[in-house]
């Protein structure tokens, strides 16, 4: 079945250290995105890719780096200068013809001690 | 900028009875679309229906209706007939031009027996 994969489920990554989520979807989907949400808050967009080798920021890039080498696979890298990286991380894909074509991952929860 | 107002953090229901979900929105585009989802504690997203600007009816999906009102630029999600199965966190969201989804900061329903 078609879908999207983000792994791990859990992380845990000591201050200071980058880390990478990662997002891969086989599906088909032109466009991917990366959001991020807080406990009991809604989500926000960190990173998009509407085609293959380009991306945009979103709302909250700071700390955060993307790249879109393969149309399958969109991961997210949260960098050191990311001040407050525990979160719970979100991926989704989208086709480009249909406005309710939207799949989102099962999440990454991230947290940094 | 577009943004999402969902002024209601949680509700209470007693199973077997109906629910309104308020949202609001603000843009100045003429064209945009509409959506709710449903996060049960698992995190995952689930959508539950779309509205586009331009549709004429409102939309409905199941035990799911939405109740759209462009002059007052809302659109409120009504669950028929609650189930326990309901209880979850409920967002709303917005996508035009770069069809990367604005969300709103949810609305908590807990079903009661």
């Known amino acids: 079945d078609g879908g999207i994969t983000q792994s791990p489920k859990y992380l845990f990554r000591k201050e200071g250290q980058n880390v990478t989520l990662s997002c891969e979807q086989n599906?088909?989907?032109?466009?991917m995105y990366w959001y991020r949400q807080d406990p009991g808050q809604g989500l926000r967009l960190i990173y998009y890719?509407?085609?293959?080798?380009?991306?945009q920021k979103g709302d909250i890039a700071e700390g955060y780096s993307v790249s879109r080498e393969k149309k399958e696979s969109f991961p997210l890298t949260v960098t050191s200068a990311q001040k407050n990286p525990t979160a719970f991380y979100l991926c989704?894909?989208?086709?480009?013809?249909?406005?309710?074509?939207?799949?989102f991952g099962s999440g990454t929860r991230l947290t940094v001690v | 900028a577009q943004k999402i107002t969902q002024t209601q953090p949680g509700m209470f229901v007693q199973e077997k009875e109906a629910v309104t979900l308020d949202c609001t929105y603000d843009?100045?585009?003429?064209?945009?679309?509409l959506f709710w989802y449903k996060q049960p504690s698992s995190g995952e997203m689930i959508f539950l229906i779309y509205?586009?600007?331009?549709?004429?009816q409102n939309a409905t999906e199941g035990r799911y209706s939405l109740n759209f009102q462009k002059a007052r630029k809302s659109a409120n999600l009504v669950i028929s007939a609650s189930q326990l199965g309901d209880s979850a966190m409920y967002f709303c969201?917005?996508?035009?031009?770069?069809?990367?989804?604005?969300f709103g900061s949810g609305t908590r329903l807990q079903v009661q027996p």
């Open positions: 989704a894909s989208s086709v480009n013809d249909r406005p309710d074509g939207y799949t």
């Open positions: 599906l088909n989907h032109d466009a």
């Open positions: 890719s509407q085609i293959v080798n380009d991306f």
């Open positions: 843009t100045s585009d003429p064209s945009y679309g």
């Open positions: 509205q586009g600007s331009y549709d004429q």
């Open positions: 969201a917005m996508t035009k031009g770069r069809r990367a989804l604005t």
